[in-house]
């Protein structure tokens, strides 16, 4: 009886301080100093929407550049180890000896990052798309210290776990004879042939296999991924990062298919490999063009490797960016025809055909989406009452709050909520917390033990937090 009463009175007073941090959040959320320290503090959880390269600050990796002594093209501001054979390339070695270097970090900042940026000179779309092929060169070779100025970043700002999109996984493989399926898969995919793709799907798979696909995953989660993971140390009682595999849009869908396939391979036979993504810009020509083809290729997979889990860059859209008929079937197609387990960003999801259909098929299939309010705002100039995320809300999709690439946006986990409080009356303190644990509930993190122990974490985090606002 006395055990019951202790509990009884400890589960009190955790309601209590729940109230009161809910009475603050309420009296300073037009504040946004004020929610800035109230949110830096608060338990994060996961950030499941996350790109290894593009949430790198580009300091780092100019100073990397600098070190090593690179080229930089002094008209595009991209680095390469070595001097190309077109272009206006200089050391930066030559640039200090001139006195020059201290104006092109700043201009290479600029190129780097939306640092500076006054959304009049250039596109805000492809200043951050092209950025990433800039300072490439910079992060090879150097993904242990980007991974560790991540976990130490996350750590200082109460994020617990973080799922990012690591890299696509290199290979030699010849695939020269298989190129005739190009124009075969896309004249089918115009037809929408989905029996007649799957069967020629089946024959490119069967020799991606006899060439060596298997190996390449091997290679990659034993040399790469498991090596780099486990000589750091990620893994700690304050932090937790798991990866994903990720294919690139534009690529030609024979190579497309080479790499999903090796993905699938990879995410299906290693613990810390999490998942499979797809990325690069969702408007771009082949993007667009073999759009409905890639999901049927998404669903092939699945049904070889039905254990992997995937989330899908779908809905990164919105009005002007394409025709206004592309806008309506995006995300249905990564739902219905892909099975994506996760959808990452979602934006155009009003334009949708028979939106609130899908909306509550999301729903009834706990279907997450991945809100990225800073990266939405820069990239699509979507914002407040345009961004779908009350319509989420409302039909009662799971929702997790994430950076996208916080590093050319030069943002971080707390402003996402800063945001999120700011502009949506409607979220409570009671849904930010919800939000959280969903970002730890529908992470793909395969060991169960591991995911019990993010809750607890976070269980025992937000008591802490809460103590600071006591009952009146």
């Known amino acids: 009886m006395k055990l019951f009463i202790t509990l009884l009175l400890s589960v009190l007073f955790h309601v209590g301080f729940a109230q009161s941090t809910n009475q603050y959040f309420e009296k300073i959320r037009n504040n946004e100093a004020a929610l800035t320290a109230f949110f830096s503090q608060m338990p994060k959880g996961g950030d499941l929407h996350?790109?290894?390269?593009?949430?790198?600050?580009?300091?780092?990796?100019?100073?990397?550049?600098?070190?090593?002594?690179?080229?930089?093209n002094t008209k595009t501001m991209q680095v390469e180890k070595e001097k190309s054979s077109t272009g206006n390339w200089e050391q930066f070695s030559t640039l200090k000896s001139r006195g020059e270097l201290d104006v092109y970090k700043q201009k290479i900042m600029q190129k780097w990052s939306v640092k500076d940026y006054n959304h009049v000179d250039y596109p805000s779309d492809k200043l951050f798309f092209e950025s990433f092929m800039k300072f490439e060169p910079a992060i090879k070779g150097n993904f242990g210290k980007g991974v560790l100025e991540l976990k130490n970043r996350a750590i200082t700002e109460n994020v617990s776990y973080i799922?990012?999109?690591?890299?696509?996984?290199?290979?030699?493989?010849?695939?020269?004879?298989l190129t005739k399926f190009n124009a075969r898969l896309r004249q089918l995919a115009l037809l929408k042939d989905e029996k007649s793709i799957l069967k020629s799907l089946d024959s490119v798979y069967n020799s991606l296999l006899k060439k060596g696909a298997t190996s390449y995953a091997t290679d990659f989660n034993t040399n790469f991924v498991a090596k780099l993971h486990n000589e750091l140390k990620i893994d700690d009682a304050r932090f937790t990062m798991r990866y994903q595999n990720f294919v690139l849009r534009f690529m030609e869908p024979v190579d497309l298919f080479k790499n999903l396939v090796i993905a699938f391979i990879s995410a299906d036979s290693s613990p810390l490999m999490a998942g499979v993504n797809i990325v690069s810009p969702e408007d771009g020509e082949t993007s667009m063009k073999d759009y409905w083809l890639h999901m049927v290729m998404f669903k092939y997979c699945h049904s070889r490797y039905p254990n992997v889990k995937y989330t899908m860059h779908a809905g990164e859209l919105t009005?002007?960016?394409?025709?206004?008929e592309e806008l309506t079937w995006h995300i249905g197609a990564a739902v219905y025809i892909a099975?994506?387990?996760?959808?990452?960003?979602?934006?155009?999801?009003?334009?949708?055909?028979?939106?609130?259909?899908?909306?509550?098929?999301?729903?009834k299939k706990t279907i997450p989406i991945e809100i990225n309010l800073v990266s939405n705002e820069f990239i699509l100039k979507v914002k407040e009452n345009r961004h779908p995320l009350t319509l989420y809300k409302e039909f009662g999709v799971p929702i997790v709050i994430s950076t996208d690439d916080a590093g050319i946006l030069r943002t971080n986990m707390t402003e996402q909520y800063v945001l999120l409080a700011k502009r949506y009356k409607d979220i409570t303190y009671t849904d930010i917390k919800q939000f959280v644990?969903?970002?730890?509930?529908?992470?793909?993190?395969?060991?169960?033990?591991?995911?019990k122990q993010l809750l607890k974490n976070i269980d025992s985090r937000f008591k802490t937090f809460e103590s600071n606002f006591p009952m009146k």
């Open 163 to 177: 799922e990012t999109q690591l890299s696509t996984i290199p290979s030699t493989m010849n695939t020269d004879d």
């Open 437 to 451: 644990y969903n970002s730890i509930n529908y992470s793909f993190i395969k060991d169960t033990s591991v995911k």
């Open 50 to 72: 996350h790109h290894y390269s593009g949430s790198i600050y580009a300091e780092p990796l100019l100073e990397h550049a600098i070190s090593e002594n690179f080229y930089l």
């Open 319 to 324: 009005l002007g960016l394409v025709q206004p």
């Open 339 to 363: 099975g994506a387990n996760r959808i990452g960003h979602g934006v155009d999801m009003a334009y949708e055909q028979n939106s609130y259909d899908l909306l509550r098929y999301m729903a």
